[in-house]
């Protein structure tokens, strides 16, 4: 049940995980006190003050120096590869979730500028972000998780660096393919939604409201005797009066104070609306005398955001950002709802009119990222950006010696933070992915529930019977295949959980060594490549640049198959079925 509702992805990943929880408890498969051990899990504590650390380098400003480096790149080959050399190194030990948030509106600026697709450009950044969280314990929250089960099971812990030798060999591969030949499977062109990030101006298949003024040439007349598609390029979806929709938007006078629900690129809707005196019901207006500049900023609901599934209505983007959202976009769907009753889905884009001196507040909403804005100079403190720095720095080093746990460092590290005013000391509450947070404390007793009740001894022994005696090596590579498949249609997290038990139970039944069936586990989980839901940072570039579901599946396979033929090759050598 827990494995078709993670991939049907039509409940929350944190409610199913509580919902599995709930009925291993009812049905007496697990105590109170295992159904708890999750939450206190060390992995759970430590991804918590590692999303604290990430926000801490991304509030203090230390990746814009990289940011403003990579923008002055015009050839987008040469921008691929050198956000995958970038983004690489520092997916080890920064979310990269926020690593690709950060670097994304640079790479649609320049792609804007070149003329290129996004496509070209942002998938190999998103499989860049995941090749460097493999490559050490604390780049990946299925790394922690991994160890964390393995430790749980009587095995040695696993060092900080100790993935390094083949992620970092993995991760050149990698890049040397993306660059070599991925980039002839990637789209030369893709419907993305974006056409001139940068320069303030939305392009896109946008949905807004427009309403008729008294002076409008609109009023009196028809949608049809206005010919509004034929003259203006404008789609009308609906016409709204009050509370209702109009059975005949087209044949229905207009009057005014009715509102049009139209579509269009945005220059085209702004033309119409100008031409026809129309106003947006939802502009914000302006106290005081002072004509402060206004800007238009396009901005994506982020995976695992507060905003997803909310109406705006219920976001404080008003108060906050003394703005308002004149529309939206929704790749592959066409929206027929008023924007207030229209619930917010991942990858929806908002027209945002905001005052320009809001624009570094609106960066720093988790909820969302900034796509395109008009310029504005960012003033940043590089004293606490060399302090964010250096406090992960001592973190890593101070776990890597083993001078301190991995959880103690990690905490130490994130209070430093919040002490240097890296970061507010109320905005780690607001930036921690609270559904992963969740689902970690929730979902990790069903790992206790599938050893307990023999479901993986029972499922490692039909395994074995379809596979035969072909020895250790073939076990290997039936754990990295299941556990790569699983992981796309699950996610990395629920995959590393349900296959963690039983990798060691193939380990025993082959006689061989649990260790390298672990790290086996930990590599085809951290690297999903062949759909756009098997990680964040694919599901982000999804919508961002345009792809097709097949593009992913074009691209990831051949990618997956690689990084599997050389873990067979090398893990065995790292890591020895007999020591």
Same mark, same amino acid.
């Given at each position: 049940?827990?494995?078709?509702?993670?991939?049907? #992805?039509?409940?929350?990943?944190?409610?199913?995980?509580?919902?599995?929880?709930?009925?291993?408890?009812?049905?007496?498969?697990?105590?109170?006190?295992?159904?708890?051990?999750?939450?206190?899990? #060390?992995?759970?504590?430590?991804?918590?003050?590692?999303?604290?650390?990430?926000?801490?380098?991304?509030?203090?400003?230390?990746?814009?120096?990289?940011?403003?480096?990579?923008?002055?790149?015009?050839?987008?080959?040469?921008?691929?590869?050198?956000?995958?050399?970038?983004?690489? @190194?520092?997916?080890?030990?920064?979310?990269?979730?926020?690593?690709?948030?950060?670097?994304?509106?640079?790479?649609?600026?320049?792609?804007?500028?070149?003329?290129?697709?996004?496509?070209?450009?942002?998938?190999?950044?998103?499989?860049?972000? *995941?090749?460097?969280?493999?490559?050490? %314990?604390?780049?990946?929250?299925?790394?922690?998780?991994?160890?964390?089960?393995?430790?749980?099971?009587?095995?040695?812990?696993?060092?900080?660096?100790?993935?390094?030798?083949?992620?970092?060999?993995?991760?050149?591969?990698?890049?040397? =393919?993306?660059?070599?030949?991925?980039?002839?499977?990637? @789209?030369? *062109?893709?419907?993305?939604? %974006?056409?001139?990030?940068?320069?303030?101006?939305?392009?896109?298949?946008?949905?807004?409201?427009?309403?008729?003024?008294?002076?409008?040439?609109?009023?009196?007349?028809?949608?049809?005797?206005?010919?509004?598609?034929?003259?203006?390029?404008?789609?009308? /979806?609906?016409?709204?009066?009050?509370?209702?929709?109009? $059975?005949?938007?087209?044949?229905?006078?207009?009057?005014?104070?009715?509102?049009?629900?139209?579509?269009?690129?945005? #220059?085209?809707?702004?033309?119409?609306? *100008?031409?026809?005196?129309?106003?947006? @019901?939802?502009?914000?207006?302006?106290?005081?005398?002072?004509?402060?500049?206004?800007?238009?900023?396009?901005?994506?609901?982020?995976?695992?955001?507060?905003?997803?599934?909310?109406?705006?209505?219920? %976001?404080?983007?008003?108060?906050? =950002?003394?703005?308002?959202?004149?529309?939206?976009?929704?790749?592959?769907?066409? /929206?027929?709802?008023?924007?207030?009753?229209?619930?917010?889905?991942?990858?929806?884009?908002?027209? %945002?009119?905001? #005052?320009?001196?809001?624009?570094?507040?609106?960066?720093?909403?988790?909820?969302?990222?900034?796509?395109?804005?008009?310029?504005?100079?960012?003033?940043?403190?590089?004293?606490?950006?060399?302090?964010?720095?250096?406090?992960?720095?001592?973190?890593?080093?101070?776990?890597?010696?083993? $001078?301190?746990?991995?959880?103690?460092?990690?905490?130490?590290?994130?209070?430093?933070?919040?002490?240097?005013?890296?970061?507010?000391?109320?905005?780690? =509450?607001?930036?921690?992915?609270?559904?992963?947070?969740?689902?970690?404390?929730?979902?990790?007793?069903?790992?206790?529930?599938?050893?307990?009740?023999?479901?993986?001894?029972?499922?490692?022994?039909?395994?074995?019977?379809?596979?035969?005696?072909?020895?250790?090596?073939?076990?290997?590579?039936?754990?990295?295949?299941?556990?790569?498949?699983?992981?796309?249609?699950?996610?990395?997290?629920?995959?590393?959980?349900?296959?963690?038990?039983?990798?060691?139970?193939?380990?025993?039944?082959? *006689?061989?060594?649990?260790?390298?069936?672990?790290?086996?586990?930990?590599?085809?989980?951290?690297?999903?490549?062949?759909?756009?839901?098997?990680?964040?940072?694919?599901?982000?570039?999804? =919508?961002?640049?345009?792809?097709?579901?097949?593009?992913?599946?074009?691209?990831?396979?051949?990618?997956?198959?690689?990084?599997?033929?050389?873990?067979?090759?090398?893990?065995?050598?790292?890591?020895?079925?007999?020591?």
């Amino acid at each position: 049940m827990a494995m078709v509702a993670f991939a049907s #992805e039509k409940i929350r990943i944190d409610m199913v995980a509580l919902v599995v929880l709930a009925l291993l408890v009812a049905l007496g498969i697990v105590d109170i006190d295992e159904a708890l051990s999750g939450f206190s899990n #060390e992995a759970t504590v430590t991804v918590a003050a590692m999303f604290a650390l990430s926000l801490g380098i991304e509030r203090s400003g230390a990746l814009e120096p990289l940011g403003q480096m990579l923008s002055r790149i015009r050839k987008p080959w040469l921008l691929t590869l050198a956000l995958m050399v970038t983004i690489a @190194p520092m997916g080890a030990f920064v979310k990269n979730i926020a690593l690709v948030a950060t670097f994304l509106p640079l790479a649609l600026r320049v792609c804007t500028r070149s003329g290129t697709s996004p496509a070209r450009v942002l998938m190999p950044m998103a499989f860049a972000a *995941q090749m460097g969280g493999v490559c050490t %314990l604390i780049g990946t929250s299925s790394n922690l998780l991994t160890n964390s089960l393995a430790v749980k099971s009587g095995l040695p812990e696993f060092g900080v660096f100790e993935f390094t030798k083949l992620g970092a060999i993995l991760a050149v591969v990698g890049i040397a =393919y993306l660059m070599l030949l991925g980039r002839w499977l990637l @789209p030369k *062109q893709a419907n993305t939604l %974006l056409g001139a990030v940068g320069d303030g101006e939305g392009i896109g298949k946008y949905v807004t409201e427009l309403r008729i003024t008294a002076d409008s040439p609109l009023r009196g007349t028809t949608i049809a005797d206005a010919r509004i598609i034929e003259l203006h390029g404008v789609f009308p /979806l609906e016409l709204l009066r009050g509370n209702e929709k109009m $059975w005949s938007p087209r044949f229905q006078k207009l009057e005014r104070h009715d509102v049009l629900l139209v579509r269009g690129d945005w #220059e085209k809707i702004e033309a119409f609306r *100008q031409n026809m005196k129309l106003v947006y @019901p939802r502009e914000p207006h302006y106290a005081g005398p002072d004509d402060r500049p206004r800007v238009l900023v396009e901005m994506m609901v982020a995976p695992a955001s507060a905003a997803e599934s909310r109406h705006l209505s219920d %976001l404080d983007l008003g108060w906050r =950002y003394d703005g308002g959202v004149l529309a939206i976009h929704r790749r592959g769907h066409l /929206l027929h709802d008023s924007l207030g009753e229209v619930e917010l889905a991942v990858g929806d884009v908002l027209l %945002l009119l905001t #005052e320009e001196d809001r624009l570094p507040v609106l960066r720093a909403d988790d909820r969302f990222i900034v796509l395109g804005q008009r310029s504005s100079r960012r003033h940043r403190s590089w004293r606490k950006a060399w302090l964010a720095v250096g406090t992960m720095v001592a973190v890593v080093v101070a776990s890597g010696m083993h $001078w301190m746990p991995i959880p103690a460092a990690a905490i130490c590290g994130a209070v430093a933070m919040a002490a240097f005013g890296c970061y507010g000391h109320k905005d780690v =509450y607001e930036a921690m992915d609270w559904k992963i947070i969740v689902l970690l404390g929730a979902i990790l007793p069903l790992g206790i529930a599938i050893e307990k009740t023999g479901v993986a001894h029972e499922l490692v022994a039909a395994s074995m019977q379809l596979l035969g005696d072909h020895g250790p090596l073939a076990a290997l590579l039936l754990v990295y295949l299941l556990t790569a498949v699983l992981t796309e249609f699950m996610g990395h997290n629920p995959s590393v959980v349900l296959m963690v038990g039983i990798a060691i139970s193939v380990a025993q039944s082959v *006689q061989a060594d649990p260790r390298p069936f672990i790290v086996a586990v930990a590599f085809a989980a951290a690297t999903s490549f062949a759909t756009p839901v098997g990680y964040p940072t694919n599901t982000m570039v999804y =919508y961002a640049g345009g792809y097709r579901f097949t593009d992913f599946m074009k691209v990831g396979i051949p990618l997956i198959a690689i990084f599997c033929a050389i873990s067979m090759w090398l893990i065995p050598q790292f890591w020895p079925f007999h020591p």
